[in-house]
Structure formats: structure tokens, C-alpha cells
């Protein structure tokens, strides 16, 4: 029946892979070519720029923007906002996450909704609203004034206070999104095996939980602090051009103080902290054996 | 439940309450100031009108920024929808090296200070001599856009059954019938929901846009900022609240599509 079995013509193993490609992997080709032209390239340029002197390589625009007080300044101005945002983004986001993920039916649409609508709107709009909200006669000032807690009306807008609860409303959903996407993973049987073995409640949570939503922390926490860090379009609207931090200041020295030696450098250490904190929040999520969204 | 559970139970609903409400107030605050008659603000408003709806609809400066930017959202989208379900396809089923690090690529600009990514693409553009206004923000937008249609894409194609593409064609259809009646279906939610966020993602850019406007041409958010600059009326909360209106209306599709569940793992 069976013929003599001919030379098989299958698969040769390729000893040159890139020299002979697959083909499949040419339809990679255009998205690659156009974000490397279009984006990786320019990247790649405005660092080459920053640190390049009249004789090539040269740390010392960076050494310059270092020497100044009014860098370190804004420097500060910059990592406490951003600390502060993300401190208040986890104390708010962690409760939510958790009864998002433990509510049903309409609690949990309308829990949700209230997430991901604010997430799918401008950020310009709710910086807007967070100018009249924060306004001397706005609902905040109101509020505290009705219920006691202020003495007089007073104005919210342009101070450190206004900012933060600013920024803080704007990437809220970028520390809820990523712990509740871990707290529901957790098997609900553990805390109630910790629970049958005599562990306290307080105890269940430090023990079993908060241990098991860590890597869902690490992410929303380097989410929050990363957008934190660069923002711009928050501080131009609620805090303006008295407060300075790396963000706004690479704006502003591009788009009215034309220093591009200046921004360039700003923009550098701003993408060094944004990578920084990616590659370190992902490899401490791997170390604790999640899946790192960041 | 012992009593303390009960107590720790109601206080994290509490705070998610509280968290919600948070959330969602600087949206309520302006519709209420854009239905109100008060120039200043004031909240509650004296009064309700539609007088700033009637100002927003006279407004000569607005309305043009609509339309910049309904126009380059929807092309940079549909660009990204090509170009990412293609590139997609090659890192799922392709086998070549670096194919992680190409992904992480093509993701990273939504990982990046959106300001530092728009000074460099200005720079590059300019070093390349291209002059055009509308094409570099085309361009610009395109790689806003592009990293929503790979992630979500990569990750539905790596859990598609490429077997049922297989199945479909020893019941008789052809390979392009296939792929349009097995494998495009399979994918819809996914290109529907990228290309929902996609899409609000470029209508709502404002760091990277900053940079490639001129007089003639300002995408909605750069216009907008410029007017409350200008003219401190509710005008601009007046178009804020459509813009409002428009994510509601993306969810409520995208919800009814995919479920909102789906929608909030993107």
C-alpha cells in the first residue's frame, strides 16, 4: 500500500531566521515603520540633543539645569505633588476597588460607571470644572463654610491643596482599575480559610489581601504617579504659572519662552523618570507574581 | 459575619460611595453651570436657561475646532484600526524574534509624558521638513491612537481559535470567507472597543496637539483652553457638557456591544 516514503519536503528549520523571514511577519512592517519614523526616530533625536554639547557628547546642559536653585525647586515641586496625588489617589481608590469588586448587579454598574465615564472624558473638561469648583464662592468653599469647618469663604484655586485634589480627581481611575482587576482574581476562599483557622479580620486583610493585591498596587501606584509626574494641563488651569514643575516648566519654555535647550532638558529628565518608573513598577509586579499591567 | 466585618463591610462602601460621588462631580458640576443663567458660576444657579448652548451654537471659534477634531479622530483611528490589526496579527501569529519588544514598542507612547512625546515628534517633523499643520497632527495622532488598537487587538487574537478558521474552511468556505465570517466577528468587540477609546483618546488630546496648531488649525481641547483664557463664560461648560454627552454615548454603545465589565479592563 504505503509507497517507499520520499524525502519529506516539510519544514526546513531556518538557520537564518531574519534572513529568511516568515511571512506573516511583514504585516508588522507598516505600524513598526510608521511609529519608528514617526515616533522613535524624534525620541531618539531629542535625547541625542539634550546631551550633546559644541563637543559631542556632554552632560552639560543637564549639569547647568542642576546648578540653578529655581531647578531644584521646581524639581520638589514636582516628585511632592506627585507623592501627594498618588498617596491620596490610593487611599481613595483601594475601598473602591474593593467593593467594586465585591458589589452585583446595579450596585456594581452604576460603581463602575461612575469609573470609566469620568475616564472617558477630557481631561480639559474636568480641569475646567475643577476651576469653578474650587473658586472662592464655588461648592467646595460653600460646603465647608455650611458645615462649619471654615470660618469664611476662601479660595481653593491656585494653591498646592487645589491642585492635588485637582490631579487626584483626573487619575483616580487609573489606581482603581488596575487593584480591582487583581481583587478579583483573588479566590474568596482564602480569607475564609484564614478566617476558619482563627485569623482576625484585621488580621485576614494584612495577611491574605493586602499581600495578594500588591502587584495590582504597584501598577495603579505607578500609573497614578507616572501621569502625576508629567502632567500639564491641571496645574495650567487650577494652580498657573506661579507653580512651576517639570512638566509645566518644558511647556512653557517651548511654547512661550522658545528655550529649547531648556525644555529639552526638562523633557529628558521627565522621560527618565516615566521609563524609570515603568521598567521598576514592572519588574516588582513580576517579583510578586502578578501580572503587571503598567 | 461578626459585628466588625459588618462595621469594616459598611465603611469600605462608605468611601466607594464617597470615591463614586468624587468622581463624578466635576461632570455633574458642569451641566448644572452650563444649564444655568449665571455668567459667574454660581452654583446652585439662580436660574436654568439654555443662553450658553445658544452662545456656544453663535460661537465662530468653536465650531471649527469641532470639526478639526472630529476629522483627524476619526482618521487617525481608522489608521490605527489598519495598521494595529495588522501588526497584530503578525505578532499572534508569526514566529520571529523580538516579537514582546515590539509590542511594548508599539504600546509605549501611552506610557510616556504625552508633552515630552509631542516636543519630540516636533522636532523630528521639523528636521524631516514637514511643514503641514494638518498632516503633522494627523501623524501625531496616529500614534496616539495606535497603541489602544495593538493592546487590545494582541490580546483578543492570543485567545481567538485559529482552529475554527481551520473548521470553517473543511466545511467548504474559502480562505478570504473564512476570515470575514469566522475570524472578523471573533474580533469585533476588540476593534470596537480600541476603536471607541482610540477615538476619545485623540478628540480629547491636548499635550501632543499643543504643538502641531496654528491659527487656522486648533483641535477642540486647544481651543477651548484659549477661550476660557479669553472669555471666562460657561460657554466652554456649555460644549464641555456635549462632550459629556458624547462619552455617554460611546459607553452606552460599547456597554450594549461589549458589556461595560469589558470596557473597564482596557
Known sequence: MTAPAAPVAGPVPARWPLLRPDPVALLALPAFAYLAAAYGWPLLVLLARSLSG???????PLAQFLSDPFSWRVIGNTVRTALLVTLVCLLAGYPAAVALARARGWGQALLLLSVILPLSVGVVVKAYAWQIVLRRDGIVSQALVGTGIWD???????TETGLVIGAANVFLPFMILPIYAVIRLIDPRLPEAAATLGASPLRRFLTVTLPLTLPGIVSGVAFVFSLAVSMYVVPSLVIGDRYQTLATLTGRAFLFMRDEQLGSTTAVILLAVAVAVVVGSTALARRLGGGGHA | MTAT????????????????????????????????????????????????????????DLWPAVWTS?????????????????????????????????????????????LVVGIAMLQGFRAAGLRDVGVSLLIAHGVITLPYVVRTVVAALSLFDFTLIDAARTLGLSY???????LV?????????????AFLAS???????IFFTDAWTKTLPIQMLQYVEERPDPTVAAIS???????VAVLILGGRLVGLRRLAEV
Open chain 2, 176 to 182: 478570504p470567507a473564512a476570515i470575514l465570517r469566522v
Open chain 2, 203 to 209: 478628540m480629547d488630546n491636548y499635550p501632543i496637539s
Open chain 2, 70 to 114: 472630529l476629522r483627524v479622530a476619526c482618521l487617525a483611528t481608522a489608521l490605527a484600526l489598519v495598521l494595529g490589526t495588522l501588526c497584530a496579527i503578525a505578532v499572534v501569529r508569526g514566529r520571529f524574534p523580538g516579537r514582546e519588544a515590539l509590542v511594548t514598542f508599539l504600546i509605549s507612547p501611552l506610557m510616556l509624558p504625552g
Open chain 2, 5 to 60: 466585618e459588618r462595621i469594616a463591610l459598611a465603611l469600605v462602601w462608605v468611601l466607594a460611595i464617597a470615591a463614586a460621588l468624587f468622581l463624578m462631580a466635576p461632570l455633574l458640576v458642569t451641566v448644572a453651570v452650563s444649564f444655568g443663567s449665571s455668567a459667574v458660576f454660581t452654583l446652585p444657579p439662580p436660574a436654568w436657561s439654555t443662553r450658553w448652548y445658544e452662545r456656544l451654537w453663535a460661537s465662530r
Open chain 1, 54 to 60: 559644541p563637543q559631542g557628547i556632554s552632560l552639560a
Open chain 2, 185 to 197: 466577528p471573533g474580533l469585533a468587540p476588540a476593534f470596537l472597543t480600541s476603536g471607541l477609546f
Open chain 2, 241 to 247: 457638557a456635549l462632550l459629556i454627552l458624547l462619552a
Open chain 1, 152 to 158: 469664611a469663604p476662601q479660595r481653593l484655586l491656585f
